[in-house]
Nanobody, 115 residues
Framework: VQLVESGGGLVQPGGSLRLSCAAS????????MNWYRQAPGKERELVAGINSAGSSTNYADSVKGRFTISRDNGKDTLYLQMTSLKPEDTAVYYC?????????WGQGTQVTVSS
């Protein structure tokens, strides 16, 4: 299983970014996927999740209405569209799936929201 995130960067408050996670080594379309984030000195937290078909999503209260999780099962890719970004969204963002009783993580992509 390999998960490779991309799309992070430095953005001003109020700006937008789209993160991508390219998956390989497993049947992507069969598994729910998640985005987590970890800010310096804080616990890793669940940001958003999506079921295998892409028909059901869930979000942390802190990002509801601003972030959208989606997936393209034809491209084995997970996305996180982030809008109205705030300084408190600054974190390393990780792609995640749970398969055969273990969690799999990507290497993470840094998102920094600052003026």
């Amino acid at each position: 299983v390999q998960l490779v995130e991309s799309g992070g960067g430095l953005v001003q408050p109020g700006g937008s970014l789209r993160l991508s996670c390219a998956a390989s080594g497993f049947t992507f379309s069969s598994y729910a996927m998640n985005w987590y984030r970890q800010a310096p000195g804080k616990e890793r937290e669940l940001v958003a999740g999506i079921n295998s078909a892409g028909s059901s999503t869930n979000y942390a209260d802190s990002v509801k209405g601003r972030f959208t999780i989606s997936r393209d099962n034809g491209k084995d890719t997970l996305y996180l569209q982030m809008t109205s970004l705030k300084p408190e969204d600054t974190a390393v963002y990780y792609c995640n799936t749970f398969r055969r009783s273990r969690n799999y993580w990507g290497q993470g992509t840094q998102v920094t929201v600052s003026s």
